[in-house]
Nanobody, 120 residues
Framework: VHLAESGGGLAQPGGSLRLSCAAS????????MGWYRQAPGKERELVAS???????EYADSVKGRFTISRDNAKNTVWLQMNSLKPEDTAVYYC???????????????WGQGTQVTVSS
């Protein structure tokens, strides 16, 4: 399973960015999808996650500012980030908990990461 991310970049404080992630490969099923981030010198942390019935989970620091959504048919997840703050600066990683054809077990898959920088 391969996760392809796009949409990172530079934004000003108060601005917006939208991240996209599409899963491809020999996919049997995709359970949870989500976004994690890692800032320099810090551990990777969950930003938001979503399961196939569209139930979501958010980190307290992004509630009310970020929105996660997905298209189950396309195995794609998006993260709309509004009211960005400098402390949102990090590398954002797409995550999927998915089953590959022939393996019959759910595994963790990660994207390569996309840089988000919030600065004036």
């Amino acid at each position: 399973v391969h996760l392809a991310e796009s949409g990172g970049g530079l934004a000003q404080p108060g601005g917006s960015l939208r991240l996209s992630c599409a899963a491809s490969g020999n996919i049997m099923a995709v359970n949870a999808m989500g976004w994690y981030r890692q800032a320099p010198g810090k551990e990777r942390e969950l930003v938001a996650s979503i399961v196939p019935n569209n139930s979501t989970e958010y980190a307290d620091s992004v509630k009310g500012r970020f929105t996660i959504s997905r298209d189950n048919a396309k195995n794609t997840v998006w993260l709309q980030m509004n009211s960005l703050k400098p402390e949102d600066t990090a590398v954002y990683y797409c995550h999927a908990f998915a089953m590959e054809i022939g393996l019959w077990t759910l595994e963790d898959y990660w994207g390569q990461g996309t840089q988000v920088t919030v600065s004036s």
